[in-house]
């Protein structure tokens, strides 16, 4: 991933691939970015 951030740390551009579908998505705007944290 090659993701910038704002000074707000949100995520304005980069690259994103799915790994539910593999698709590949470049804008920021048509994701909701969540955050996963491992259980192991």
């Known amino acids: 991933m090659n993701v910038k951030r704002d000074a ?6 980069g ?6 579908d593999n698709k590949t998505i470049t804008d ?3 994701l909701d970015i969540v955050h996963s944290i491992s259980a192991s």
């Open 8 to 13: 707000e740390c949100k995520a304005v551009s």
């Open 28 to 30: 920021a705007g048509k």
């Open 15 to 20: 690259t994103w691939v799915s790994v539910y």
